[in-house]
């Protein structure tokens, strides 16, 4: 073990975290779940959603056979809902093909969908104790940085340099306890902005702190300007208080996840009423609430809402499995897109 490992953990022992929910009864599972939660996400953020996730689903075979839009209910306000549908796609596999088991090899992992090589790697040393680098945003930034290594990691050249060095230091024992360490290091010491050198075990030989360059590291992306687009979001709501969702394709932005309806500009608004055998009668009042933006990483999305009130529900739109009329004040368990949220908690007059 170098000293770099050794440093690490015995920092971890006396100052790291230990009682994070996925720290206690320690299995694959638990492990790979806690992993795709905190992909993009922080600890406090995910620490609720994983204990609910876990009460609903606490092993591979639940996961496997629970309903889609229960999981996405699950996933609501974590984003990147691709990682759920990936979680349950898995599940289904690990049931046909590894008896509900993870598999324990890097090759049989990365081939699952949503696993990649540190999630590989986390659930190989932190739930099998195999001495398995990762290479998380965390990670990254620590090792960028105590070895001031230059290059923003997203070229595979540099990447390659950045495993390369996250091998070289991982332990061949204790490495649970180092990877939790190096994580949590990441995480509460050399954080993104105002990094607590004073209090970090590497600080001694941090190359980074040495020679002034911290703020600098890792190095990001060059910024593009995102491209804008614009759509209307159509909220029908009948006189009783449900308004209508609709299921969105498994594919593109929101993927399988329920929304309002939507209308590229007002002559589509008006195709789309006529589609729903709404006549003028039928429209109680018809409200345009204020425009925001909403950013995903390749494009900004600019949504227009427009309120319809309904006086009775139009003929054309029933319920089907891909539309349906859902009551905010008894919400059913489906997994809803960020918009809709913010909108009805707009109409609810609660932001
Ligand atoms: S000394 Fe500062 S920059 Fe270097 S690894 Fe520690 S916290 Fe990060």
């Not at 230059?150 to 050249?157: R, S």
């Not at 010491?189 to 980074?208: G, Y």
Request: proline share 7%.
């Amino acid at each position: 073990m170098d000293k770099f490992a050794r440093d690490l953990l015995a920092w971890f022992d006396h100052s790291g975290r230990h009682d994070l929910p996925w720290q206690h009864n320690t299995s694959p599972y638990r492990v790979w779940v806690s992993e795709i939660m905190l992909q993009q996400t922080q600890v406090n953020t995910v620490i609720p959603y994983y204990l609910r996730f876990m009460a609903s689903f606490p092993d591979v075979s639940h996961l496997a056979a629970a309903d889609e839009d229960r999981v996405l209910h699950h996933w609501t306000g974590l984003g990147y809902y691709a990682r759920a549908r990936n979680l349950q796609a898995t599940a289904k596999i690990l049931m046909q093909d590894f008896n509900g088991e993870l598999p324990s090899t890097t090759t049989e992992l990365v081939a699952l969908p949503g696993i990649g090589r540190s999630t590989a790697g986390a659930i190989l040393a932190i739930a099998m104790h195999q001495p398995a680098a990762i290479l998380d945003g965390n990670v990254r930034r620590v090792l960028a940085r105590f070895h001031q290594l230059e290059g923003w990691p997203g070229k595979a050249a540099v990447l390659k340099e950045f495993w390369r060095t996250a091998e070289e230091h991982t332990p061949g024992t204790r490495t649970a306890d180092y990877t939790q360490a190096i994580m949590d290091l990441g995480a509460t010491i050399c954080t993104r902005n105002n990094p607590a050198c004073d209090a970090c075990p590497l600080c001694v030989k941090c190359l980074a702190l040495k020679n002034g360059a911290v703020a600098e590291l890792p190095q990001r992306k060059q910024k593009r300007q995102l491209p804008v687009k614009a759509v209307q979001m159509l909220i029908f709501e009948l006189p009783t208080g449900e308004v209508q969702l609709e299921k969105r394709p498994p594919q593109g932005v929101w993927g399988s996840l329920w929304s309002f309806p939507e209308a590229e500009n007002e002559q589509t608004l008006k195709l789309k009423l006529d589609k729903m055998g709404a006549s003028r009668d039928q429209i109680e009042t018809a409200k345009l609430i204020p425009p925001f933006r909403h950013t995903f990483s390749h494009f900004h999305l600019d949504i227009h809402p427009v309120h319809v009130k309904l006086v009775t529900q139009p003929d054309a739109i029933g319920e089907s499995e891909r539309s349906i009329w859902y009551d905010p004040g008894n919400p059913a368990e489906l997994g809803l897109a960020a918009p809709v949220k913010r909108l009805l908690k707009t109409l609810r007059g609660t932001l």
